[in-house]
Structures are given as structure tokens and as C-alpha cells.
């Protein structure tokens, strides 16, 4: 099966990455894809984030009616912080019937070359592009790279900063918000403090 891995830390889970998700998993030839919860980012302050599990329980209600879209849980288990790199090869090895292909906002392919081992991942993996508004790929250095793969997704311009900020200041984001996930967070308080 091929398996598209959309990596995130999804606090919260917001219906543009569903929007970006679902796109995937119909258009691009991929089987599924898997919203890998990220516990921590390198590069993300991890104390602004929500409890790694409360954040997955938000991807599970927020992909439950969606059968191509599964969350994992997988970095969990690694240690941390996580690396693409050492994740990649850690599902190769537990599923080596699959194979496993990156999602990535055009931003993440333009510092893709400050990630670790980042020559290891474009040689082994085939990497799925999502456009930006500020689109500069004519001068990225990957334009013609053959496990570069630019698809004609919608641009979805929500951020989860915007939606937590705003919760904040007890703004109404709920069409921001698969129905459930918002459900969990209003009746959980999150955000809010």
C-alpha cells in the first residue's frame, strides 16, 4: 500500500489539514494517509503545545469518518525530539509491505535541506507537495527532483496559532473546526488560558 504521512503536531487539528488530507488520499494515487501526531517538533517550543494524547484524541474524533485517513500515534514510542528521518525508518522496517511517502507544505520543501539527514529522506521517499499563496517553486532547488511531486491542492490558509489565539479571546472559530473537535475542546476548557 502506498502511505502518505502527514506529520504535524495538530493543536489543534483544523479543517484544513482535513481539506489537505482528503485531497491526498483521492487525488494523488496514494492509499491512505496517516496523521502522524508529532510530540515534539524540533524546531516548535513544546510547551505551547496540549498533551500529546489530548492532540490525538482530537485527530481521532476529526478523522473517524474518514476511511483513508488514519492518525498515528508512532512517534510516541521514538524518542525524542522526533526526526522525520528516524521515523521513516522505523515504519520501513515495522511495514515493510508499505511504501511511505512525506506530505508537505511548499514551506517545509524550502527548509527541507535543514533537516536531518535530509538527502537520506529525498533519495528513499517520494515527497508530496501542497502549494502555498507565497508560491516560489520555479526557484526551489528540488524543481526537478523525481521524488518531488507537486499536486494541485487547495490553498488553505488557517493556521492552528489563529485558532488557538482566538480561542483565547473567546472568539467563535468553530467553522475552523471539525465539529467533534470542537465539541472536545469547548466542553474540555482547552485552549482558553
Known amino acids: 500500500m502506498k502511505i502518505g504521512l502527514y506529520f504535524g503536531t495538530f493543536n489543534p487539528i483544523h479543517v484544513g489539514h482535513l481539506i489537505i488530507a482528503n485531497h491526498f ?40 469518518d474518514y476511511p483513508k485517513i488514519k492518525p498515528s500515534d508512532i512517534e510516541f514510542k521514538l ?20 511504501v511511505f511517502s512525506l506530505i508537505m507544505g ?31 517553486l520555479e526557484n526551489s532547488i528540488y524543481k526537478n527532483n523525481p521524488n518531488i511531486h507537486i499536486i494541485d491542492a487547495p490553498i488553505v490558509e488557517i493556521s492552528s496559532t489563529f485558532i488557538r489565539e482566538n480561542i483565547k479571546k473567546m472568539k467563535n472559530v468553530r467553522p475552523l473546526l471539525p465539529e467533534k473537535v470542537w465539541e472536545y475542546i469547548d466542553h474540555n476548557n482547552l485552549y482558553k488560558k
Not at 524518542?79 to 508499505?98: F, G, I, M, R
Not at 537520506?120 to 502549494?131: A, E, F, G, S, T
Open 25 to 64: 488520499a483521492e487525488y494523488s494515487g496514494l492509499d491512505q494517509i496517516w496523521m502522524v501526531v508529532t510530540p515534539h517538533n524540533p524546531l516548535k517550543n513544546k510547551k505551547t503545545l496540549l498533551d500529546d494524547h489530548q492532540r490525538l484524541q482530537l485527530v481521532y474524533l476529526a478523522t473517524e
Open 79 to 98: 524518542s525524542q525530539p522526533n526526526y522525520t528521518v528516524n521515523t521513516l525508518a522505523h515504519l520501513q522496517d515495522k511495514y515493510s509491505e508499505h
Open 106 to 136: 511548499e514551506d517545509n520543501l524550502k527548509s527541507l535541506h535543514k533537516w536531518k539527514n535530509h538527502e537520506v529522506i529525498l533519495k528513499n521517499h517520494p515527497i508530496y507537495v501542497y502549494p502555498r499563496i507565497s508560491s516560489d
